[in-house]
């Protein structure tokens, strides 16, 4: 079955760097368009950024533009998050997502890893 993985999270001080992964396996993720989204506690899951199967179209949230990089490893089937100069509005869980191109809806998604920024 195809199954999405995160890992990375954990509990940093603001303005630490995390390097977050997504770990596919049950299928080749190569085609597909990739996604990372997040909700924190009382609020719904909001759109991070994402990354298309040639990696030739990122894009990025407002709140998170210029400190948040997604880049992906087709050899590996892993799509890679890294979270610069974190702030304590960034704590939420993080979820990767996997969706066909011609699609608008994300099929395939993680169990989420969680991301504690503390002042």
């Known amino acids: 079955q195809a199954q999405l993985v995160e890992s990375g999270g954990g509990s940093v001080q603001a303005g630490d760097s995390l390097t977050l992964s997504c770990a596919a396996s049950?299928?080749?993720?190569?085609?597909?368009?990739m996604g990372w989204f997040r909700q924190a506690p009382g609020k719904e899951r909001e759109f991070v950024g994402s990354?298309?199967?040639?990696?030739?179209?990122?894009r990025y949230a407002d709140a998170v533009k210029g400190r948040f990089t997604i880049s992906r490893d087709k050899a590996k089937n892993v799509m890679y998050l890294q979270i610069d100069s974190l702030k304590p509005e960034d704590t939420a869980t993080y979820y990767c997502?996997?969706?066909?191109?011609?699609?608008?809806?994300?099929?395939?998604w993680g169990q989420g890893t969680q991301v504690t920024v503390s002042s």
């Open positions: 049950g299928r080749t993720f190569d085609a597909y368009t």
């Open positions: 997502a996997a969706r066909l191109p011609f699609r608008s809806e994300y099929r395939f």
């Open positions: 990354i298309t199967w040639s990696a030739g179209n990122i």
